[in-house]
């Protein structure tokens, strides 16, 4: 083991700061010894972990379709242990995804995972557009996505588990816990003789993110449960599946039982507001993370935001009611502006005013530059101002999601302004 190598890796405080993708995604593709026959292996995207026994190698996780080869390469570089167990902290297409090298290598290991991950791959093959239409807009890609949407193009597990599995590996011992958080299908790993917890994405050095405006149901409760869980083991070094690995003990428990108390304040917020019989919106605009915790950067809320995290437990909670009695069988966004700018007197009022705003109130800004495209269409100015309004508010926000979608509507002004030419 190289171990000035090691201590590198290890000593990167993810409370330094920096950006959602200096902290979330580490970017390279790198296998390397972090503690005796432990290789941490990151890629542009995600991390695994792989351990050495004396029965084989233990691979948890195993990146991305397009990172399998990369995987395999630079692990072998390191260890020629066969494969023996492979583990998917869950189903994600980041996670689940790269093992075909492997097995076209002629490895025959088993595969582990949550029952739930069964479950997600048959609602992928279900969702394949939907999931290609919205990973685009959040993340603004636009390459081709190949979203699997065949048997063939899954790695079935063969062992799955409901609440926890101890693997009995060379000597050691293995624990997998089943958790909850940004999905229902999620594993961490506890590798008791070594003292490494495998988080996956159950800590990720930022507010979890289980409030995706798109996406299927997040489980911030649980998220919390989990974070607890992992707190309490006592690992000395935890291994995230994004992100910088972090070690001492002490910092471990403090940084998941802070992480976990933030969640459980915004849960508590949402559901008193709902209990209180408040709308959607006003509980949404008093969330607020007590000051003790939002002063820890690995709390920032960096991917989601705390809004969001509101919302999706109100869905889960609530009905889709708004509380908004013209809500409840509304006329079309389109008609409402069509009316909103005859009021006005046309369209450049709403534009201009929506200039005036875009700085003070951004948000205001952003209801007239978008009433103004759905009322007039075909009205350059109205899709000029989307551009502006929408893209400038998308720099200033912090969260990736926020970003990612705000972007997304000046994109499609974009486009309707391309065709107009
Ligand atoms: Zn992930």
């Known amino acids: 083991m190289n171990d000035e190598k090691a201590h590198d890796l290890r000593k990167i405080d993810p409370s330094v700061g920096g950006t959602v993708f200096e902290r979330y995604f580490t970017g390279k593709n790198e296998a390397n010894y972090v503690a005796p026959n432990t290789i941490f292996m990151t890629t542009n995207y995600v991390n695994l972990v792989a351990f050495e026994t004396l029965e084989g190698l233990i691979l948890v996780d195993t990146g991305m379709v397009e990172a399998g080869a990369t995987v395999l390469e630079e692990i072998r570089k390191l260890t020629k242990a066969p494969l023996h167990t492979?583990?998917?902290?869950?189903?994600?297409?980041d996670h689940a995804f790269g093992l075909k090298p492997w097995l076209e290598a002629g490895?025959?290991?088993?595969?582990?995972?949550?029952?739930?991950?069964?479950?997600?791959?048959?609602?992928?093959?279900?969702?394949?557009?939907?999931?290609?239409?919205?990973?685009?807009?959040?993340?603004?890609?636009?390459?081709?996505?190949?979203?699997?949407?065949?048997?063939?193009?899954?790695?079935?597990?063969?062992?799955?588990?409901?609440?926890?599995?101890?693997l009995h590996i060379g000597g050691e011992i293995f624990e997998l816990h089943h958790a909850k958080g940004e999905t229902d299908d999620a594993t961490w790993v506890w590798a008791r003789d070594r003292g490494i917890v495998c988080s996956g994405d159950t800590y990720v050095g930022m507010?979890?993110?289980?409030?995706?405006?798109?996406?299927?149901?997040?489980?911030?409760?649980?998220?919390?449960?989990?974070?607890?869980?992992?707190?309490?083991?006592?690992?000395?070094?935890?291994?995230?599946?994004?992100?910088?690995?972090?070690?001492?003990?002490?910092?471990?428990?403090?940084?998941?039982?802070?992480?976990?108390?933030?969640?459980?304040?915004?849960?508590?917020?949402?559901?008193?507001?709902?209990?209180?019989?408040?709308?959607?919106?006003?509980i949404v605009a008093s969330i607020k993370i007590p000051e003790h915790l939002a002063k820890e950067p690995f709390v920032d809320p960096l991917y989601d935001r705390p809004e969001f995290i509101a919302r999706n437990l109100i869905r889960r909670y609530g009905g889709w009611w708004s509380g908004f009695s013209s809500q409840l069988l509304p006329a079309k966004m389109a008609d409402q502006s069509r009316e909103i700018i005859r009021l006005a007197g046309g369209v450049a009022p709403l534009v201009t005013r929506a200039r005036e705003l875009m700085d003070s109130d951004p948000a205001l800004a952003c209801h007239l530059a978008e009433w103004a495209a759905l009322g007039a269409p075909e009205d350059r100015s109205a899709h000029e101002c989307v551009i502006d309004v929408f893209g400038k508010r998308a720099e200033s926000e912090n969260s990736l999601m926020g970003r990612g979608l705000l972007s997304y509507a000046a994109r499609k002004s974009q486009k309707v302004l391309d065709s107009l030419d």
């Open 207 to 282: 507010l979890p993110h289980c409030g995706n405006p798109q996406k299927v149901q997040r489980y911030p409760e649980e998220w919390a449960d989990g974070l607890e869980a992992i707190a309490s083991v006592g690992a000395e070094l935890l291994l995230p599946g994004h992100g910088h690995p972090m070690e001492g003990k002490e910092e471990i428990r403090r940084r998941c039982l802070i992480t976990a108390e933030a969640l459980r304040a915004i849960v508590k917020q949402t559901l008193d507001g709902l209990n209180a019989g408040l709308t959607h919106e006003d």
């Open 107 to 166: 490895e025959k290991p088993r595969v582990i995972a949550h029952e739930n991950v069964i479950r997600r791959f048959r609602t992928y093959m279900k969702m394949a557009p939907m999931n290609i239409n919205i990973n685009r807009n959040q993340f603004g890609i636009v390459a081709d996505i190949h979203w699997p949407d065949k048997e063939g193009l899954f790695t079935w597990p063969d062992t799955i588990y409901r609440d926890q599995l101890t």
């Open 86 to 93: 492979v583990i998917f902290t869950h189903g994600h297409m």
